[in-house]
């Protein structure tokens, strides 16, 4: 069964220092997106992808997060000058359909000390 | 924008218990409803899902839910728990208008007791 993986599973930085969170969504696949879960609270939607651009953001989203589809692959995400808040559950989602239902990879946990 | 509230956030159940998680959303439109399950050091997937039709779903696992318009709630049911089911529980709710983007709960964390 096709699955959304990510890398890395746990990622431990120091504040200030650049992260590249990485995804290969299911290969047929249109729809991207990023969420992330702190610790305790909800899942929270960061960043949509089709189409080779964002096609929405949250107020999460701001100039320190960006996202790329590099090679039709790979979708990353990246945090320029990570702090201290950053520290979450980071997960890659994609689906098909704009409707439809999402798929999930396993996540990364990243970790600013 | 619409939200979800999921009022219990831990449940703790013997094996054999009914089980019943709230679900809440607020948004006028139509909506495409969804419960998924994460179970320990795994990714979320999907349990069950509405898009429209008969409101009471039924979902992998015994699970269903149920979809109340009136009262805009998804609750999700399963008359008898496993230890396997101890998980999280995410409910979500993704708007047919506007923005598609799916929003999700907190989350219930249920821990069964065998």
């Known amino acids: 069964e096709p699955e959304v993986t990510q890398t890395p599973s746990h990622q431990v930085t120091q504040m200030g220092q650049e992260v590249i969170l990485r995804c290969v969504p299911i290969?047929?696949?249109?729809?991207f997106y990023w969420y992330r879960q702190i610790l305790g609270q909800k899942v929270e939607f960061l960043v949509s992808f089709y189409n080779n651009e964002i096609s929405e953001k949250s107020e999460i989203f701001d100039d320190q997060f960006s996202v790329e589809r590099p090679d039709g692959s790979n979708f990353t995400l990246k945090i320029r000058s990570t702090k201290l808040e950053d520290s979450a559950m980071y997960f890659c989602?994609?689906?098909?359909?704009?409707?439809?239902?999402?798929?999930f990879g396993e996540g990364s946990r990243l970790t600013v000390l | 924008a619409q939200s979800v509230s999921q009022h219990n956030h831990h449940v703790i159940l013997s094996e054999a218990a009914s089980l019943e998680l709230g679900c809440n959303y607020s948004y006028g439109g139509t909506v495409n409803l969804f419960w998924y399950v994460q179970y320990p050091g795994q990714h979320l997937q999907l349990l069950l899902k509405?898009?429209?039709?008969?409101?009471l779903v039924k979902g992998i696992k015994g699970f269903e839910a149920e979809f109340i318009k009136s009262k805009f709630s998804f609750n999700l049911r399963k008359p008898s728990v496993q230890w396997s089911d101890t998980a999280e529980y995410f409910c979500?709710?993704?708007?047919?208008?506007?923005?598609?983007?799916?929003?999700f709960g907190r989350g219930t964390s249920l821990i069964v007791h065998p």
């Open positions: 290969s047929n696949h249109l729809y």
């Open positions: 989602a994609s689906r098909l359909a704009q409707t439809g239902e999402l798929f």
């Open positions: 979500a709710v993704n708007a047919m208008r506007g923005s598609y983007i799916p929003t």
């Open positions: 509405y898009f429209s039709g008969d409101p």
